[in-house]
């Protein structure tokens, strides 16, 4: 069993920054990409930003310059800094791991129970 835990989130004033941590735990072989994805409410989820086993980062546009991601492989962590917060980025914060349990299985993605992340006008 696989289990990835988020913390970090919480109320913050526009213009502030927060801090997501994802740690992932259970029997695991090997953790490929990492990701960010968020849910506002009334909306798809959507993805944040996603980051290789190797760092490489992509963001989508509308959090670009402002969020950084970065993973620790030895700690199967995943992180996201938020900085200049906007309304607009109030959601449900989830993470993910693209992750193998055996070397002879396909990863499977394993997703947190999401974190809370308010921003007030």
């Known amino acids: 069993q696989v289990q990835l835990v988020e913390s970090g989130g919480g109320l913050v004033q526009a213009g502030g920054s927060l801090r997501l941590s994802c740690v992932a735990s259970?029997?695991?072989?090997?953790?490929?990409?990492m990701g960010w994805y968020r849910q506002a409410p009334g909306k798809q989820r959507e993805l944040v930003a996603v980051?290789?086993?190797?760092?490489?980062?992509n963001y989508a546009d509308s959090v670009k310059d402002r969020f950084t991601i970065s993973r620790d492989n030895a700690k199967k962590a995943v992180y996201l800094q938020m900085n200049s917060l906007k309304p607009e980025d109030t959601a449900v914060y989830y993470c993910?791991?693209?992750?193998?349990?055996?070397?002879?299985?396909?990863?499977?993605?394993?997703w947190g129970q999401g974190t809370q992340v308010t921003v007030s006008s």
């Open positions: 993910n791991g693209d992750t193998r349990i055996d070397p002879g299985r396909p990863p499977y993605r394993y």
């Open positions: 259970g029997s695991i072989f090997s953790m490929n990409g």
């Open positions: 980051v290789s086993s190797g760092g490489i980062a």
